[in-house]
């Protein structure tokens, strides 16, 4: 990587602290913070949130944001606002959109099933300099679905950038091992008694 | 209504003219404009149209937004930034939502079966001043819902804005007849010989 890139990962205080404080931790898998990030969320904090990963992701001079319906929409509308380029999202259960279109199959434990995402061609052009964006980087299955579906659309992957990550599972490797750079404002390393670990700021 | 309400259902010229040069019109149903409302999304356009959304809204002094995934989540965010009040949005499949929680159930003709929404009630409380966002309001079933969902969590709904809506449905006359004023920024009158028709912008 070229030494001018910053620092992706580094952990972005105000987000930690808030985690931290107001988690809803449940067993050791469950992290709850969708009071800010994903059921409800505040305009000026998703606003700081997506101007720190813009400025990160700023750096690899992307012309689109993709992300995936629903939970990345608004963090990937706030980078897109910040970098001032296009969002593109691709759909779920979508007979709507137009062909030709790039699909994926994706397994969601969670939801008992799986999740079909769907992306016209149309919107992403050969070479289009794409960055990915989403709420959560956790097994990184939705994550690693977004870089085959615009690497199908010819597009060039410049990097990833994620709210929160969770350290524990291997969302950051898979990411990594198809040569896409990982950014992150938050890194939990476990979730234990009630309590989220995470990465602590510097100074 | 008060007389010092704004007139909620100006047409907004600049949607107006991009709806009839570049909407995407299939029989007299399907007006597709997905390159800038919900599949793409220009961040300078779709805040212009949250600032106008807003500025109507505005004069019902709302406290909360409450939309519906996964199109809706764009339109009512850039609302909420410019009334800077919180962003809730009903979850569609949502296994992980908080007990206690409200629910519907809408059919989907489009998506072939139907669609559940999920309300966790921690997030909405009792006498909130709630205005209601989303894309399009065409059968209006998803507002319809998201009304009623809103009254049974006790908040009061105040208004219901949208981008545009398909005057030829019947989702203007039902979400009326709840008792909730209707905004919207382009009405669609008719879509015929693969044009959309529109109200036409004053002056």
Redesign the interface.
Known sequence: MSPHLPALDLPYAPLVRRIEAEA?VIGDQ?L?I??FLN??????F??EMGRELARRLSAFHPTVVLTA??SG??PG??V??TL??????A????????SPYISRVIPSP???GETKLVL?Q??LQPGARTVIVDDFLSNGRTAVALVEMAREAGAEVLAAGFIVEKRFRNGHQSVSELGVPVATLAQVEALRDGKAVLRQPQG
Chains 1, 2 share one sequence.
């Not at 001032?84 to 999202?89: D, F, H, S």
């Open positions: 809803t469950i709850r969708d009071h059921h409800r969320i505040e305009p000026a998703i606003a319906e629903a929409i608004a509308l706030v897109a606002q001032n380029v296009p969002l593109l999202y759909k779920k259960y979508a007979p709507e959109v137009e969670t939801k008992g016209s149309r919107y």
